[in-house]
């Protein structure tokens, strides 16, 4: 695992507003909520198989997970 590398998000105009929006009303930096979605999407098994349904992902690297005392565990 790449530790300490930084993300660059660079997100369309509306992406960004909306992003601003929720932040504010979540009390939030947008930096900090945009990490915080993108926590949310990661461990979120739903979301995950509708991401890799949505763009083919090759069957090799399909990200394969359990579920472990209520936490998302890549295998």
């Known amino acids: 695992m790449i530790a ?3 993300i660059g998000l ?3 105009d509306d ?3 909306k992003l601003i929006r929720l932040a504010i ?3 939030k930096h ?3 909520m945009a990490c915080e979605l993108v926590r949310l999407c990661v461990n ?3 979301v995950i198989d509708y991401v890799q349904k949505k763009y083919d992902a090759q069957e090799r690297y399909r990200v394969r ?3 472990e005392k209520g936490t998302v565990k890549y295998e």
């Open 25 to 27: 009303a979540c009390g």
């Open 4 to 6: 300490g590398k930084r």
């Open 65 to 67: 997970y359990r579920i």
């Open 15 to 17: 992406t960004r507003a």
């Open 44 to 46: 979120t098994p739903s």
């Open 10 to 12: 660079t997100p369309d």
């Open 30 to 32: 947008p930096t900090t």
